[in-house]
């Protein structure tokens, strides 16, 4: 198993990536309690907000990053101010609705923008940045156990961690925190104890997308980008909180990090003619929604269902 | 003129797709989005079994009745176990499965390149590669299957339907039960979308998995939410607004670039055609939510 090596450092890779959209995600569903279909596009938007940012010509990298943080500000807006929150009282099907026309929306626009072909997205300032477009890689280990590791792919890996700590100690350990727990597990009491719901909502979703945005960046980096990229990294993080639980953010990570080595196991073991094809890595993302829906619906982490 | 036989061709065929789609989502309530899948899962069996042997139309449309009545029993028995949010997520992951399949299984589907060179039927000495022809066939399919589905509408599985999808608790205490009520639904609107994937592969004697992405069922929600869910005559007259508005847009002079160069004044690049389509749909979509919000999907309330 000379490839072992390789494996485990790609399933983190990939886990990283999916964990920062993952939490993004869970985040905004726990203080809204809205499936937000949206959120791969606002991940794709944020890395077409960077691909806008870097070709504008003498642009400091620091203005850069504003223009992406306030380019995701605007998004916010409209997908809590228009999308979800006047909708959201009526019905329940109505934010999937309308979530579902914001995504189609934002895929249209930024297709209309930037076009439908694959962009790379090359970012002058990054670390480890060559003129040829990738980074350089870094050798781990040696002999048998030959693993490549770029310096991109080792920043996912722990910026990825640093800010899922993050996220962790103010959720589990300050009185903001305290706060959106409270919104999140009792909304009524909460409110009625003087929180106020909407400023809080309104932190907590820019700060999840955010980091959706980075998460976005980082593929950009790792990949390329494509207006459609956003569906398939929506059904990603569907597929990892549904694999750790609804709700949790906990479950969310851990879920994302268990999804990116289901994927990269199941294709990267040699089993001679049984060995599937690499094209087939998506749909074990969504066997694994099928699997855990009809197993265990509340996920590894949940609690049990909430019932309508 | 052909033009507009090709047009009235594929109303027939949205006409289909999205009645049958009302059953589900206008009668029940429930938020199918593999609906696409079953029109692929037709489209598909039309091209991989019946092309072959150029075997006329009724046993294409009897294999993809078969298939897509199969696939509706296994979405439903796996899906119907859960509710709103996750029954949502469930039938996307099915349709998200559906196209992945299409894409990868490269032996079987040909992958994304499609099936080239689908045959047209042959009917009563009349050979439907005459597009009036194949117009006549398709509005005479389409026809029955809107009679069928106003039937449907009129009678009393219709209110059960109503009832599980309005007043689920309500209809539990009546004693309907909601999976079988919901897979028998199920059963109808995927056989009727396999018949339109069938119509759907012989109009365009070429079919891709690009042509049955999530882009697509947006179309169809559109349909059915602009013409009120659970509306016979509703979403048929959206159907007709939904594919001619952007089909207009091909003749209008309108600004379409988002920045205002004086060659973004004309009528709208080919290139662009589908993102404006798309748009437009999400814009439409999304004002018919707004502005109905009150009524489109009313809470249940027990008073």
Known sequence: MAILPQLLINSLITGSLYALAAAGFALGFRVLGVLNFAHGHLMMVGAYAMLAAIAIPGLAPILQIALVIATMIVVTWILLDIVVLPLARYSPLLPFVSTLALAMALEATVAMSFGVNVRSLNISWWPGHSNTGGSQSIELLGGDFMAYITQTQIIIIFSALAILVGVALILGSTSIGRAVRALASAPLAAQSLGLARNKIIWGVVLVGNLITAYAGILVGLETNLQPTMGQAFMIKAFAAIILGGMGSVWGAVLGSYLLGFIENFAIGIDIGEYSLPAGYKDAFAYSVILIMLLVRPQGLLGRKMRSE | MPYFIHIATVLCIYAILAQSLNVILGLGRALNLAHVASFALGAYS??????????????????????????????????????????????????????????????????????????????????????????????????????????????????????????????????????????????????????????????????????????????????????????????????????????????????????????????????????????????????????????????????
């Open chain 2, 46 to 303: 039309m091209a991989l079994w019946a092309s072959p042997t150029n075997s006329g139309i009724v046993i294409p449309m009897l294999i993809s009745i078969g298939v897509c009545g199969t696939f509706s029993l296994i979405l439903g028995w796996i899906s119907l176990r859960l509710t709103s949010d996750y029954f949502a997520i469930g039938t996307l992951a099915f349709a998200a499965l559906i196209s992945a399949l299409l894409i990868n299984w490269r032996s079987f589907t040909n992958g994304v390149l499609g099936i080239p060179g689908i045959p047209r039927p042959t009917i009563f000495g009349y050979d439907t590669n005459n597009e009036v022809f194949f117009l006549i066939l398709c509005a005479a399919v389409s026809l029955i299957i809107q009679i069928l589905i106003w039937l449907v509408f009129r009678s009393g599985f219709a209110r059960q339907l109503r009832a599980v999808g309005e007043r689920p608790t309500s209809a539990a205490a009546m004693g309907i039960d909601r999976r079988a009520v919901l897979s028998a639904a199920f059963a109808l609107s995927s056989c009727a979308a396999g018949i339109a994937g069938v119509l759907f592969a012989m109009l365009l004697s070429y079919i891709d998995p690009s042509s049955f992405m999530l882009a697509e069922m947006i179309v169809l929600f559109t349909m059915v939410v602009v013409g009120r869910p659970g509306s016979f005559w509703g979403c048929l007259g959206a159907v007709l607004v939904v594919v001619l508005i952007p089909e207009a847009l091909r003749f209008l002079k309108v600004p379409y670039c988002l920045d205002p160069l004086p060659s973004c004044f004309e009528p709208i690049a080919s290139s662009v055609l589908g993102q404006v389509r798309q748009l437009l749909n999400a814009l439409m979509l999304f004002a018919v939510v707004w502005l109905g919000r009150r009524q489109l999907f009313p809470k249940e309330r027990i008073c």
